[in-house]
T-cell receptor, first 114, second 112 residues
Framework: NAGVMQNPRHLVRRRGQEARLRCSPM?????VYWYRQLPEEGLKFMVY????????ESGMPKERFSAEFPKEGPSILRIQQVVRGDSAAYFC????????????FGSGTRLTVV | GESVGLHLPTLSVQEGDNSIINCAYS??????FIWYKQESGKGPQFIID?????DKRQGQRVTVLLNKTVKHLSLQIAATQPGDSAVYFC???????????FGQGTRLTINP
């Protein structure tokens, strides 16, 4: 039973480019969450999605960031026109419909903006 | 505002000793707490959780204590091993929201 799969593991982008981060939840999990972690800090909630719906995006920056979880395929976190301050580790977690129990994290995508 | 903080950013212990990692939370409405372990280059790994209607919960070599009076959470690791070296985070959940609020983390290092 594969865990939460994130790719790519490492992503390097030049300032102004777009970054697309992908997350496939665990089998049977229908809820996806994205978190951002800056060096030496804890994880910060960004967005919570269910299939085809954004449930809570209270942690998403107002500009340049968007997320989706289509009916088919992985969840995508998209960052347009990246800046150096976007450099961080981005973690995806998934949980079953019952909620937080079984909340499982992926290994993350390390984004470096040069 | 919402916040979860840790008293000690780093902790160094001798192999075989017990480790205690502390966490303070500010939201008295929080009703679910989780401890995570994060090794270098990896995602957070669930260790143990506790609901607010409990004050103690034990797992394999780990114990979580919850003191709601002073809004304090601790993780005790018995007979610390080299494989326990990692950063440990507490996280809280409140008001039924489907998101976790994480503390800054404590780095645990094991001396041989």
């Amino acid at each position: 039973n594969a865990g939460v799969m994130q790719n790519p593991r490492h992503l390097v982008r030049r300032r102004g480019q777009e970054a697309r981060l992908r997350c496939s939840p665990m089998k049977g999990h229908s809820h996806v969450y994205w978190y951002r972690q800056l060096p030496e800090e804890g994880l910060k909630f960004m967005v919570y999605l269910q299939k085809e719906n954004i449930i809570d995006e209270s942690g998403m920056p107002k500009e340049r960031f968007s997320a989706e979880f289509p009916k088919e395929g992985p969840s995508i976190l998209r960052i347009q026109q990246v800046v150096r301050g976007d450099s961080a580790a981005y973690f995806c977690a998934s949980s079953p419909p019952t909620g937080l129990y079984g909340y499982t994290f992926g290994s993350g995508t390390r984004l470096t903006v040069v | 505002g919402e916040s979860v903080g840790l008293h000690l950013p780093t902790l160094s212990v001798q192999e075989g000793d017990n480790s205690i990692i502390n966490c303070a939370y500010s939201n008295s409405a929080s009703d679910y707490f989780i401890w995570y372990k994060q090794e270098s280059g990896k995602g957070p790994q669930f260790i143990i959780d506790i609901r607010s209607n409990m004050d103690k919960r034990q797992g394999q070599r780990v114990t979580v204590l919850l003191n709601k009076t002073v809004k304090h959470l601790s993780l005790q690791i018995a007979a610390t091993q080299p494989g326990d070296s990692a950063v440990y985070f507490c996280a809280e959940n409140f008001q039924g929201a489907q998101k976790l609020v994480f503390g800054q983390g404590t780095r645990l290092t094991i001396n041989p």
